[in-house]
Structure formats: C-alpha cells, structure tokens
C-alpha cells in the first residue's frame, strides 16, 4: 500500500491560501509582541516623568517584561507540545490581552510593573506562532516565508512607534498601553478558523486528524493530496541509545531506519523533553542556540532601548551635565521611526542570504557586520550619525534574529518543538532583562564607552557560536 509523510503532501500540495491565511494569523501575533517590545523604548521615560521614579526603576519596568517573557516562553512551549499549539496560541492570547489592558489601568508604579510582568508572560508564547506557521510550510520554500513572516514583526515596530508618536502628543501612556494590546485582541475572533499543525496530530499519533487537516489543505489550496495513506514514520524522533550524528538526525524520515522506541513523546513530560534537547543527538546545537538567542535578544532590545538613550547621552554626558531629564519631544519618536525602518532591509537581505548562503553563514555575517556598525559608537558621535550607525546595526541585528527563529524549528523534531524553541527563546529572555541594565543603567552613568564594548563583545562571540553549529538546515525536511 502506498503512504506519505506531512512533508510529502506539503511539498505536493505547495504554499496556497490556507497558509496563507496561517501567515496572516502568526504575523498578527508577532506585530503585538513587536509593539509590545517598542513600547517599552516609550513606555519608561513617559512614566519617569509622570511619577518621579528613578533610573533604576525605569529599567528595572523593562526588566521585568523580559522575566516574564522568560517564563512564558518555557511554559508556552510545553503547553503546545503537550496539549497542542491552537491551545498555546489561544490561552497565551488571553492572558496577554487581559493583562494588558489591565495595566492601563495601574494606580501605581508596582502595580503597573507586577501588571507588565504579566504581560510578559504572556507574550512569551509569542513563539509557539513561528513554529506552528513553519510546520505548514514545505521544506523548499521555507526560508523564503519564514522572512515574510518576520515583515509582520517590522510592521508592528514601525506601528508603535507611528502610534506613540501621535497618542503621546495628545493623550495620556494609559492610551497608548490599552491601543497597543488591540492587536492581540484582535486575534480571538479568527481562532476557531484556525487548523491544528498535522504535524503535531501525526506526533501525537492522530493520524485521522492530521489527514482531514491536509485534506482541508488539498481543498483550500485546489489541489490533491499524495495517493496512499498518512503515515508518520517515528524515525524523526530523538533517540537517546545511539551515537549517530546530529546531521543525520536532520535526513529527511525516509532516508532513515528507526524504532518506535525512539520516540521522545511530550506526554512524557518536560523532564523528558528536557532530556531530548540534552542528549547527544541535540546537547552541541541546544546549547549553542541558547547563547546565539540570548546574544540576539540582547542585541535586538538593547538597540531599541539606545534609541531611546544615546541622544540625550550625547548631549548631557559630553557636556559634563549629569543625565537627569528624558528626550520626551518629537525627536525621539522620529529617531525609534527611522531605525524601526531599518528592519526593512535587514529582513530583505537577510532573505537574500539565506537561500544563497545558508542559515549558518547569514548569520555570523549579519552579527559581524553588526559589530562594524557599533564600534563608532563607543566614542560620542553627532545626533545624525548616531542614527545612522543605530540604523545600519538594527538592521543586521534584526536579520540575524530572523534567521536564528527560521533555525531552531528545523532542528528540533515535531515532539519537543516548540519546548525546545521556547527554551532558547526563554534564554534570549534573560538578554532582554540584562539589556535594560547596559543600555540604559550604563548610558546614564556617563559609561557610553564601557556599554558598545559590552554589546561588541557579546555580538563577536555569537557569530562564532554560529559558525560553531554542526549543521546547515537548508533545504532539509522537518522531523
């Protein structure tokens, strides 16, 4: 009798109108972390103002987002493993929603930062969209959408800053936190058309559920489905008992032999997942992606928040004045517009590059070049070079960080997935709750210098990690 694998019959039935709609939904899921992150480069300063708290506090405001998106990012993950990526897509959108516009709402600066906290644990299911849109896509094609994709995260940068920049002028930051929590609002009332990734169900070994889902797929799309039966081969699973090599655990499942016994089930815990994404097979490129993600993050929110910073640095720190007073006028919310612009073009060479090159290359490429367009800032630069260095390092930073989301799901199998992608990501957490520390706590001190050297060093040493990876992704079927 013949059968196919979902690879198979995604490869047959190609990107239609149900990935498509998939896209749409995912991305609207990333514009509301996207403007969520933004907000945090407005959201501090407005409230410095407003309630007279100090430096540290307004760092610690983005903090402890971060925490929370550390934890969410752990919790999200095992949750759609375990019970199905709609369920983690769909309770993580509640929590974030309620949550933030509940912290529209704050009386004071600990109930607003115990309410953003919150937030952050919600937004840190952010993730399990990513992999839930890259199980819909075929292999040959999948770098291409996962850059298209990430242009929702850009829209969201730019439409918060567009959005703080008219609120502020006229209404009050309560505003502009309840306008920001809309667009995850906005995804509850399109759930229930949203299908379950089949490659999941086929985990889970539901084969007659992941069958009507490619069958709904095969309608949507106007074509057929591969003739046979679905099978699910567990050959793409994590195997603790042999010595094989990573790159063999990345052949696509019919080039393979396998046991049922290699099959690392989510409903055998995290414990187990854990073990998973630490045994031999996986120990080298989990660990190493926990570095490449924290070090991505970090350079990722750092930049952002010295948008926010460098300006007044410049202005009060080479002059010998001690830096008391936040750029609250127009210029700053100009500076964050044009460097959320430069995601544009990082994105689209980073979509060039990683067809051409690879995942491994675009990405040690991106982080070095990076570090060229910091290095000039360790010294106090004028407010039009400044954002054009800003410019030119948030635009690799942001291809880098694009193609690290595309590698770390075609690393992991269907099982541990997204518990392993939100582990990583969850490590990329604790760089946004150190970032604030540097980018702000330092620039404040009149430590300039001593905060580029920081984010140079830290950029360096994940390129290399990236060169260190074992193995391309490119092209290769996803377990």
């Known amino acids: 009798m013949e059968t196919y694998t979902t690879d198979d019959a995604l490869t047959a039935m190609g990107f239609g109108k149900l990935q498509g709609l998939v896209l749409v939904y995912a991305g609207m899921g990333w514009v509301a972390e996207a403007m969520e992150v933004m907000l945090l480069s407005f959201v501090g300063p407005l409230i410095r103002e407003e309630w007279k708290i100090s430096a540290q506090d307004e760092s610690l405001l983005s903090s402890v987002v971060f925490l929370g998106m550390l934890i969410g990012a752990c919790g999200w993950g095992y949750v759609s493993d375990k019970y199905g990526r709609r369920t983690g897509l769909l309770l993580s959108t509640l929590f974030t929603t309620g949550m933030g516009f509940l912290s529209a709402l704050s009386p004071n600066y600990l109930c607003l930062m115990a309410l953003r906290f919150l937030v952050g644990v919600g937004l840190g299911g952010s993730h399990v969209y990513s992999s839930w849109f890259l199980e819909f896509v075929p292999a040959q094609n999948r770098g291409f959408w996962m850059i298209i994709f990430s242009f929702f995260w850009t829209i969201g940068t730019v439409l918060e800053a567009s959005l703080a920049w008219i609120v ?60 046979g039966v679905l099978v699910y081969p567990r050959d793409g699973e994590v195997d603790h008992s042999t010595l094989t090599s990573e790159a063999d655990h990345l052949l696509p499942l019919r080039e393979k032999e396998c046991t049922d016994d290699d099959v690392t089930s989510p409903k055998s815990g995290s414990a187990a997942a854990l073990r998973s994404l630490l045994s031999r097979k996986l120990r080298r490129s989990t660990l190493l992606l926990w570095f490449v993600f924290y070090a991505n993050s970090f350079a990722y929110y750092g930049l952002v928040l010295l948008t926010a910073q460098l300006s007044n640095a410049n202005k009060s720190c080479a002059s010998g004045l001690k830096y008391v007073k936040s750029e609250t006028d127009a210029s700053l919310y100009k500076d964050t517009f044009v460097t959320s612009l430069a995601e544009i073009p990082g994105l689209i060479a980073s979509a060039l590059l990683v067809e051409w090159f690879g995942r491994k290359a675009t990405m040690w490429c991106l982080l070095f070049t990076c570090c060229g367009f910091l290095g000039p800032l360790v010294f106090y630069q004028s407010e039009l070079w400044t954002t054009g260095l800003l410019f030119g390092a948030r635009a690799c930073a942001m291809g880098s960080y694009t193609v690290v989301c595309l590698y770390a799901p075609e690393v992991y199998p269907t099982s541990v997935r997204s518990t392993g992608v939100g582990i990583a990501t969850a490590m990329g957490r604790v760089g946004g709750i150190i970032c604030p520390l540097v980018a702000v706590g330092m620039l404040r001190s009149c430590h300039q210098m001593e905060a580029i050297i920081v984010f140079e060093v830290v950029l360096f040493l994940a390129a290399i990690a990236c060169m260190l990876f074992p193995f391309e992704t490119k092209g290769r079927a996803m377990n």
């Open 168 to 227: 502020v002028s006229t209404l009050t930051w309560r505003w502009l936190l309840a306008l920001t929590a809309i667009p995850c609002f906005l995804l509850l009332p399109f759930f229930g058309i949203t299908p379950e990734s089949p490659r999941y169900l086929c985990a889970q070994n539901r084969i007659s559920d992941a069958t009507l889902v490619l069958e709904r797929i095969a309608e949507t799309n106007q074509a057929t489905l591969p003739p």
